[in-house]
Nanobody, 119 residues
Framework: QVQLVESGGGLVQAGGSLRLSCVAS????????MAWFRHAPGKEREFLAG????????YYADSVKGRFTISRDNAKNTVYLQMNSLKPEDTAVYYC????????????WGQGTQVTVSS
């Protein structure tokens, strides 16, 4: 079983920055893929960024490439999402997720953290 707890959301003005954190506990293996998603009202859930815990390559959605950066602290079992140049359309609930076979869906989800960007 894996538990994921996000933090770091809040209200920020357009152009500002936030860093989200996701602390993972339980049995996290190198084969897990860790990822950030977001869900805005009236829109489908959107993949933002991810990496395989045992690898060194990260993946990004085109909508956030160049503005968002996913990173990790292995010693703390923590995944981060640094978000820069935020826009009002980035307003959403942001989720951390973990999965062994992402193409079939993520296995574990955090509770989400709200990010609101004011214009």
């Amino acid at each position: 079983q894996v538990q994921l707890v996000e933090s770091g959301g809040g209200l920020v003005q357009a152009g500002g920055s936030l860093r989200l954190s996701c602390v993972a506990s339980g049995r996290i293996f190198n084969s897990y893929t860790m990822a950030w998603f977001r869900h805005a009202p009236g829109k489908e859930r959107e993949f933002l960024a991810g990496f395989n815990w045992g690898g060194d390559k990260s993946y990004y959605a085109d909508s956030v490439k160049g503005r968002f950066t996913i990173s990790r602290d292995n010693a703390k079992n923590t995944v981060y999402l640094q978000m820069n140049s935020l826009k009002p359309e980035d307003t959403a609930v942001y989720y951390c997720a973990a999965g062994l076979s992402p193409s079939q869906g993520m296995d574990y989800w955090g509770q989400g953290t709200q990010v609101t960007v004011s214009s």
